[in-house]
């Protein structure tokens, strides 16, 4: 005879596990660009499809280009090729036995931290 409680656990684990893997696949997506993952581009005149098209051909990033004079313009990718996202800085803490940083010349633990 075993234990229900343990028996109960072993099921909810086995039903999470199935709800993580549908949660993430562990594939990778492709870089931006790429032959896998080609940027998608939308644009309204023949001037415009123009311009984007050496862009892209400058720069040898693979594309896919809507003309479409119904719809808004959408160079959302593009934008994101020319100008990546740089990784953000986290300004250093104070430890617990430093001096606070509004110049009191208490210890932080003392000052700021309460």
């Not at 660009?33 to 644009?43: D, E, H, L, R, Y």
């Not at 809507?66 to 990784?87: C, F, G, H, M, V």
Request: charged residues 30%; aromatic residues 4%.
């Amino acid at each position: 005879m075993g234990n229900r409680i343990a028996d109960i656990g072993k099921l909810r684990s086995q039903v999470d596990a199935e709800n993580r893997a549908a949660i993430f696949d562990g594939k990778k997506s492709a870089k931006l660009g790429s032959k896998k993952n080609p940027a998608v581009v939308t644009v309204q005149t023949e001037k415009r499809l123009k311009e984007v098209t050496a862009a892209f051909a400058a720069t040898g990033w693979n594309y896919k280009i809507r003309l479409d004079p119904d719809k808004p313009e959408d160079i959302a990718d593009l934008t994101r090729l020319r100008n990546p996202p740089k990784p953000m800085t986290v300004e250093k803490k104070a430890g617990r036995n430093e001096p606070c940083p509004c110049g009191s010349g208490k210890k932080y633990k003392n000052c700021c931290s309460q």
